[in-house]
Every structure is written in C-alpha cells, then in structure tokens.
Nanobody
Framework: QVQLVESGGGLVQPGGSLRLSCAAS????????MGWYRQAPGKERELVAA???????NYADSVKGRFTISRDNAKNAVYLQMNSLKPEDTAVYYC???????????????WGQGTQVTVSS
C-alpha cells in the first residue's frame, strides 16, 4: 500500500509565503512524475506544477514566477514553495505521484489527502 501525506498549509496574508511538503511511503518501486494540483470552492481541480524524476518542471501560467516545485528522490518527497501569494491562490492543494509499486509490475497515480491554503488579510 502507498500513502502520500501532505503538510505545510495554513493561513497567510497576501504577499506572504508558504512551503508545502508531500512524502510518499509504502511499497514503492519507483516514482516518475510528481505534482501539485489545487481545487478552489466551486471550481475544478487544476494543475499547479509538476516535476519529472529528472527534474523537468511544468507550471500553470497563473503561478509562474511565484511558485517553485522541487523534489527529493531519496526521500520520495515533493515540495511547493509559494511566494507572493494572492487571495486567488486560496484552495485545497493536493500532491500526486505517478509510480510503480511492489516489484514494479503495476503502476498508477496516487493522491494525497489535501491541505488547505488560505490567503487572506
């Protein structure tokens, strides 16, 4: 069984910063891409940022220049540094991992439980 556990959400004022962390654990053979999505009330879940095992990154236009995704392959972890936060960044943030489990014979995308980020004065 595989679990993704997120941490680091909270309440921050506009212009502030937060760092989200997500660690994968369990019967993991290898992890390919990892990423962060978010879902605001009444809206669909959207991609925020993604990173491959080789370090190639992809960002939503709305966060380019403000957010930075990184990962630690040795720890099966992915991080999201969020700077210059805006009220419109308020959402539940979910991490995911595309991985092979067990002996590598199967794979799927796993999701974390989500962490709330609220940007408000």
């Amino acid at each position: 069984q595989v679990q993704l556990v997120e941490s680091g959400g909270g309440l921050v004022q506009p212009g502030g910063s937060l760092r989200l962390s997500c660690a994968a654990s369990g019967s993991i053979f290898s992890i390919n891409a990892m990423g962060w999505y978010r879902q605001a009330p009444g809206k669909e879940r959207e991609l925020v940022a993604a990173i491959t095992s080789g370090g190639t990154t992809n960002y939503a236009d709305s966060v380019k220049g403000r957010f930075t995704i990184s990962r630690d392959n040795a720890k099966n972890a992915v991080y999201l540094q969020m700077n210059s936060l805006k009220p419109e960044d308020t959402a539940v943030y979910y991490c995911n991992a595309d991985l092979l489990y067990g002996t590598g014979g199967g794979g799927r995308r796993y999701w974390g439980q989500g962490t709330q980020v609220t940007v408000s004065s």
